[in-house]
């Protein structure tokens, strides 16, 4: 394994690459935003098959030695990518984008196709007006008095109450965490990420979004992607299956994959299936 610093315009990020970099690696964006790598770690096992690179972005998890973010927006993000590739020295990458790393990823695609041999879309954040919809339709199936807890919150802002918390707590245990719940790697991410970074670019917490991306959508523009995509989720997703094959139906080249025990990180709850999936869609293209 690899690792070192890059310095980009939105600050100082690290990278960890595992296997020599002697063709297109499989770089992969975390989420959040403002979260960390650490989550993604089940990808590495992809090495074999072709150089795995994670990173952190600036101003969370390895990254924080150089202070804060300095460029809170989404040319920050594109940038800071653009910036690895060129420390990387290579001249283009099979991107994996989890959750908010979706949106950077489809962003970056679209401004350098040509830097780009393959997307992956994992449980992503690329229509924040359908995200919301989605997340009312799923607090909708909680119980009533949790509903009317969370409902009033995103109405008036009040959200830091006790009683706000305990609901929300709900509602990311069915379709944040499920069986990762607990789980070391995602609680380590926690603990390191960049609270400011989340706050400004998506808000109070994953049902109420209220910053900068708050009126995003990438759909409209998904159907210039032309390299081979592929979109996945969990079952139980925040981030749909519906969602996703609607994504997918988007993308000529594409195809889309609900694992069936997940919630919002099947890289941790189904690891093996996660990866036989990207092994299947890297293959032909790793040779």
Known sequence: MNTGYVTSIAGELFYEA???LQKAPLVCVHGGPGFTSYYLEALRDLSDLLPVVLYDQAGCGRARRAGGRKLVTIEGFVSEL???RIALNVE???LYGHSFGGLVIG???L?????VKSATFASVSIDIPRWRADGERLLGKLPMLQKMILREGARTGATNSMEYGNALQSYYERHVYGDALGNELLERAARESDARTYEVVWGANELYVNGLVRDYSLSPRLHELRCPTLFTCGRYDEATPEAHEYFSERVSNSRC???EKSAHHPQI???QAVLDVMREFLGPMAL
């Open 107 to 109: 962003e970056y695609a």
């Open 92 to 94: 283009a990458m099979h």
């Open 269 to 271: 709850s189904e690891p």
């Open 18 to 20: 595992h296997g020599a």
């Open 82 to 84: 653009e910036a690895l």
């Open 111 to 115: 401004r350098y196709p040509e830097r």
């Open 257 to 259: 994959v609900v694992f």
